[in-house]
């Protein structure tokens, strides 16, 4: 079978080629497969179901803020993309452009949406009116395209799958208080779903969204200390609206511009979920996100009984609420169990003639491997449990891991021997200015990742120039 | 308000003017917005909320027959779009293409996918090897784009969204199966949950989808008697895999073709719950598809006590499981009402300081405007009841308009008086040449909608040329 086949050969060890290791999980665990488009990629059974819980998750959580749901086209007139100036020059150089429809020249161009703020603005324009029409809380689910020339599945592809929330609001303070309610979702998504633990701060002009006043963003920790911006939340002002003229009349009948935000989250935080939690036999799975929690497997399941008894393992399980698949599949239980390793399923149940006979199955952690033998009636509520002590377990070695990779450095060498010895986060001070920004970039590869909310002075100068400090900014190399 | 003054203008009468009373519903009852991008439409939160809902539920039962999702590229490169003669031919003529790819010109156009299957042939002939790995039966929910002379909202736009499955099987009879099996998924859906009947049914071959062997539909009509074509599920033998080089090694150890089916419905079908069920007040959508199936409404809702009974009534509705909102915006009652109406919303709840001191509130259909006075203690009972006796009422009408509106045409004359005369669905034998179907359509503008599986010889002869009929087949005007 074509799946085995790929299963014959290990995957590499993580942390001999952690980039190596990373390619074989993706395509082991049947995740994705490339695509005869460049730099697009397929998302497979396997990886469209991860995705699907995550915007099942997500949708939940925007909707019980308001947020409710629409869908754009997929195309943005040349004329209208070029409306906000610094949004044109941040997005053009990177878009596809449709010239012909059918087989005639377009009298414009049309790119296909790297991003839909436009789209938007030109739908509130349409749309509100007075103060009585705000806030409009709007979300898609939708992909993009943005022409990349290296590409890496899940982390970096030509067209990707995203949310992108577009608010617009009567006041500032309200727009401003959307963008920081939206981060805080995404960060309670990652830590309480994914067992990711983010950093939340805010980016610099350099690194943040084309037309944007302010970005902010989480910045989870990979395995191998690289850094990974999971989610971003813009606040615009009135930029946009002043590009785009979408004034509503307020409760004292004056003409405004209204403040508005944009967040969004992708297909790339699955990148995230394999390199914060996977493991040299592939893929780990949080229970909370993964598509089959449990699977069942019966052992000598040729002999009397023992499918019969292992379908009804499934069925209670089932009853319980746990996303539980049986392998009732002619392979040899090696084979079976290395594929849900790979996959990442949580929690495998084995089942053979001599736990029948004892009334006892067995619960295997994916995590951790532990073995714990169980009555046969109480395999539900003990495997519900440790679904629950895998995910908050999975979520405390994630913090353990990204508490013990900060390094702070008070000077420029401290920082270049962390940059080159110490993978992680470098706590650094940093004057404001884009010349030191630019300088840690040449001379390190690390960039600035985020200026964290919870601010602390470990230095009264910058660690790059030597002039006054003006924040605390977290710097690593990034995906 | 923007909503309100869009309102206050009634929309033209049904009977008065079919097309321009669609266009007033659609865009008063705020479901979709033009868009600046030609022929593409937005879907707004009214509009988007009705499909989410026939995403959910078809979903759902994709998945009860082992269909899983996946998602591919949006582009196909033009050399793969090449490969199965008929289908290129069928699609080039309006297919978008992208030439350039940030500021380089492409080596090779990619076309926005106007339908997948020739990246699923791709996906396939790359994971199927072995008979054990078949059947594969793959969904995805996308927009595709196919470009439009004359669009309309819902009807006919350049990018729409939709659902395509894709599936390969092992024999020819398999997947012939899963073909019609898709088909009856599509026609109890409608039935069932959009309260629509419809006409099962194949093809002729001038109406196939370009590469399929045969094609099957589901035709289903409008209130004007005009047809439309609300699903249409595909068998493509083994053209596609020839093309393509899917193959397995069976059983026996021989190499042999997959046999293929594709299948799809798409937003086009809110245009058939519209056209169906719709009324001179707006939109009138059945309570198992409604995004909000009740709208609490206070009367005088500034006396005391009112709005917080309003509440708990709205309330004690959602603990029912009922999609129940409560409007208390300062509009006064009619305003509110029409644009419920409007809105389609299946039930109103009234409640004022009458009914508060009488312990009862009143129910109001939307359907009928029948109006029922219950005790407030029996209120979400009475509303859940009703909204099932809503359901099967407007089922019932819809199948009485459909019944009444079939006409058999024996020879050519009653075929051109019923074209012109009666609207509905024309019962009229053929003896399967395009020349005759061609010659129907120049006369007529019908076109065969299908020839329905449940076969009757109602003469000897084709309706138009007088030789020996083959088949039975349903014409009509069709959008």
């Not at 995230?272 to 598509?291: E, K, Q, R, T």
């Not at 300088?439 to 390190?444: G, Q, V």
Request: glycine share 6%; net charge negative.
């Amino acid at each position: 079978m074509a799946n085995d086949k790929k299963l014959v050969k290990a995957i590499t060890a993580r942390d001999e080629d952690f980039a190596q290791w990373y390619t074989d999980v993706v395509l082991k665990a049947d995740l994705v497969d490339y695509s005869s488009v460049k730099g697009c990629m397929i998302l497979k059974p396997a990886g469209y179901a991860i995705w699907e819980n995550i915007m099942h998750e997500l949708d939940a959580r925007f909707k019980a803020t308001g947020v409710e749901n629409v869908a754009l086209p997929l195309f943005i007139p040349e004329s209208l993309l070029q409306k906000e100036k610094d949004h044109v020059e941040g997005f053009a150089p990177e878009v596809a452009w449709v010239t012909m429809g059918g087989n005639e020249q377009l009298p414009e161009r049309l790119c296909v949406r790297p991003t839909s703020e436009t789209l938007f603005c030109e739908l509130f324009r349409d749309s509100v009116e007075s103060y009585r029409d705000l806030p409009k809380l709007y979300n898609q689910w939708c992909s993009v395209v943005r022409w990349e020339k290296t590409t890496r599945p899940f982390l970096r592809t030509t067209e990707f799958w995203w949310q992108e929330g577009h608010t617009v609001h009567a006041t500032a303070e309200e727009a401003r208080e959307r963008t920081e309610m939206m981060l805080n979702v995404y960060a309670d998504f990652c830590r309480d779903v994914l067992a990711i633990p983010v950093i939340k701060g805010q980016k610099t002009d350099k690194e943040k969204f084309a037309g944007a006043e302010a970005t902010y963003t989480i910045e989870a920790l990979m395995h191998d200390g690289k850094a990974l911006q999971s989610g971003t939340s813009h606040y615009f002002g009135d930029g946009f609206a002043r590009a785009f003229g979408v004034q509503f009349s307020d409760k004292d009948n004056q003409l405004r511009y209204v403040h508005q935000t944009s967040w969004g989250l992708s297909t790339r935080i699955i990148g995230a979920l394999i390199m914060v939690h996977g493991d040299d036999s592939g893929l780990v799975l949080p229970p909370h996100i993964a598509p089959t929690q449990v699977m069942v497997m019966p052992i000598a399941q040729h002999k009397p009984g023992v499918l019969e008894k292992a379908a009804e393992i499934r069925d209670a399980l089932k009853a319980a609420g746990l996303r539980t698949k049986l392998d009732d599949s002619d392979k040899n239980p090696g084979w079976k169990f290395s594929e849900q390793e790979m996959r990442g399923i949580p929690l495998r149940v084995e089942i053979g003639p001599k736990d029948i006979e004892a009334g006892q199955c067995v619960l295997v952690r994916r995590d951790t491997r532990e073995k714990t033998v169980v009555a046969l009636d109480k395999a539900a509520e003990t495997a519900a449990a440790l679904l629950e002590t895998i995910q908050a377990d999975m979520l405390a070695r994630a913090e353990a891991h990204l508490a013990a990779h900060f390094y702070d450095a008070l000077n420029y060498d401290e920082f270049k021997d962390a940059a080159e010895n110490k993978p992680g986060f470098i706590r650094a001070m940093w004057c404001g200015d884009l010349a030191c920004e630019l300088k840690i970039k040449e001379d390190t590869t690390c960039t600035s990742r985020c200026m964290p909310f919870e601010q602390e002075k470990i230095s009264d100068v910058c660690v790059c120039c030597g002039k006054p400090a003006k924040k605390l900014v977290y710097w690593g190399k990034a995906y």
